[in-house]
Each structure stands twice: as structure tokens, then as C-alpha cells.
């Protein structure tokens, strides 16, 4: 079946800028996830939603970052006001429930370029 | 808190040699753990992981990992290495309790397999 898909592929936006990426989950998975992968900062946590609820927001890092998910499927991870920082790729990963037991699917992510 | 540290940022090898890539971690509770492989334009994919029983796991490609305990360590293994197994691994943990499966990443070991 299709996997996670993520659009766009690729971003390229300016400075002060604001962008929307987007998630389409494992149909049936309830749980989803946002990784952000940059350099020298590796692969880190960002949020996760059961169902449409983000019961964990620590990884969010700072006030420009929001989230949401609506009908338990599709997510928008929202930055506001872009800065250069903001670039790296952003993966979302979906897993049937939150269980430890239950897979991370990775979708392809977006690579976000801040100029 | 968990937190994961790979040792080796890039680890070069010729085609059917060896090779081990680190994996340590720290957690005051315990934790499930697991190596992620990520192909060159591709996206992250699950290798193995460890959730109770056996220490030791393998993939189906011939990697194996050992789960030690008593050293806080997770090293990925593979006797004879070919050139499709170039790709950048991680190693990652999460917390066994916490109610969700929050991964927790290394920075990554660039397996570079040469002919």
C-alpha cells in the first residue's frame, strides 16, 4: 500500500517568510510524528499527534513552529517569519498507535532552504 | 532523558570486509532500541530493533545487533559488507514508559563501502 508521502519535495523560500508543509500519513495509522534532520544537529524530535490531539509539544523549537492534524489523518507543520536556521529536512513518520511495538513509517520529507 | 551517542561520523570499509558501526546510550529508564538506515536520496528505513527477549537481533540483509545491558551499548554488526549497504545508519532509543514512541536519534554513521 502507499507509504507516508510528504509535499512539497523540496522548498526554497526567503527570509521572514512563512511556509507550510504537509503530511499525508499510513491510512488507519493514529499516530504521526515530525522529525526535523539538519546539520550538525542531527535527527530531532519535534512533535507527535494521537490521533488529532499533540499531547507533546517539547520539540518545537521556538513559537514560530505550529502544528496540526485534522480528521486523524493529514498534518501541516507551519513556520512562521522563516530564519536561515530554519533550514533542514523535515521528515513525519506515522505508527498504527504510539506503542513502542508499532513501526515508524518515514515518509521522503521536505528539504526547506531558507535564504 | 535519553540521549544516543555514534561514535564514528563516517566509517569507510572495503566491499566484503567487516565492519561495526557504534552505538551507546544513556536513559535513566528502560528503554527499546533501534537502527534506522537512510539510502542516499532516500528516506529513513527501519533495519532492526530491540524490544525484549533475544540480545541479539538481525535484519534481514545480514546486519546484526547486540543489545548490552551492562554497557549501555547497541553495535551494529555485519561480517562481509557489500556496496548497496552504503548509506548514512542511526541508532535511536525510546523510553519504554512515557505512553508514546518518541524517538530519540544519534547523529548518524556514514557507512562509505568501497570496491
Known amino acids: 500500500g502507499a507509504g507516508v508521502s510528504q509535499s512539497p519535495s523540496n522548498k526554497v523560500t526567503e527570509k521572514g517568510k512563512d511556509v507550510e508543509l504537509r503530511c499525508d500519513p499510513i491510512?488507519?495509522?493514529?499516530?504521526l510524528y515530525w522529525y526535523r534532520q539538519s546539520l550538525g544537529q542531527g535527527l530531532e524530535f519535534l512533535i507527535y499527534?494521537?490521533?488529532?490531539?499533540?499531547?507533546?509539544k517539547s520539540g518545537l523549537p521556538s513559537d514560530r513552529f505550529s502544528a496540526e492534524r485534522t480528521g486523524g489523518s493529514v498534518s501541516t507543520l507551519t513556520i512562521q517569519r522563516t530564519q536561515q536556521e530554519d533550514s533542514a529536512v523535515y521528515l513525519c513518520?506515522?505508527?498504527?498507535?504510539?506503542?513502542?511495538?508499532?513501526?515508524?513509517?518515514f515518509g521522503p520529507g521536505t528539504r526547506l532552504t531558507v535564504l | 532523558a535519553q540521549s544516543v551517542t555514534q561514535l564514528d561520523s563516517q566509517v569507510p570499509v572495503f566491499e566484503e570486509a567487516p565492519v561495526e558501526l557504534r552505538c551507546n546510550y544513556s536513559?535513566?529508564?528502560?528503554?527499546?532500541l533501534f537502527w534506522y538506515v537512510q539510502y542516499p536520496n532516500q528516506g529513513l528505513q527501519l533495519l532492526l530493533k530491540?524490544?525484549?527477549?533475544?540480545?541479539l537481533v538481525e535484519s534481514i540483509n545480514g546486519f546484526e545487533a547486540e543489545f548490552n545491558k551492562s554497557q549501555t551499548s547497541f553495535h551494529l554488526r555485519k561480517p562481509s559488507v557489500h556496496i548497496s549497504d552504503t548509506a548514512e545508519y542511526f541508532c535511536?532509543?525510546?523510553?519504554?514508559?512515557?505512553?508514546?514512541?518518541?524517538?530519540?536519534f544519534g547523529a548518524g554513521t556514514r557507512l562509505a563501502v568501497h570496491p
Open positions: 513518520a506515522s505508527s498504527l498507535e504510539t506503542s513502542a511495538y508499532n513501526e515508524q513509517f
Open positions: 491510512s488507519g495509522h493514529t499516530a
Open positions: 499527534f494521537q490521533g488529532n490531539s499533540a499531547p507533546d
Open positions: 536513559s535513566s529508564v528502560s528503554v527499546y
Open positions: 530491540y524490544l525484549s527477549g533475544s540480545t
Open positions: 535511536a532509543v525510546t523510553a519504554i514508559s512515557g505512553g508514546y514512541n518518541k524517538l530519540i
